[in-house]
């Protein structure tokens, strides 16, 4: 069996095992729209119809400049991931505390 056939084969393993999941927990359907990628309606508090996508893809990984792929490393991007966003609300923190700082100075220089 070749990469792609297996790769193909391991994505419908997981959907045969996820499609029924969904549609019995939600109590919905869920409909194939587009390649590994589906869409089931959920009704909200108030009954209006909300749609939630799921995609599943088995990726190759990046180029790597020689006519290849470098492998996926999936907990080196959940990882990055993590490493990202904490900076991102560091980030924002910092920026709102310089912001209340000046704020207050204002507000002292005023008085």
Partial sequence: MGKEASKTKIRDSILK???PFLED???TYVKQVGSGEY???IPDEEGNKIYANIKV???R????GEGGYTPYNGYQIAKDYKDETEAKVQERAVKKAMKEAEKGKKKSEGE
Avoid: H, Q
């Fill in 25 to 27: 927990k939600y109590d």
């Fill in 39 to 41: 869409t089931m309606m």
């Fill in 17 to 19: 095992e996820l499609i």
């Fill in 57 to 59: 893809s088995i990726p």
């Fill in 61 to 64: 990984g990046t180029r790597n």
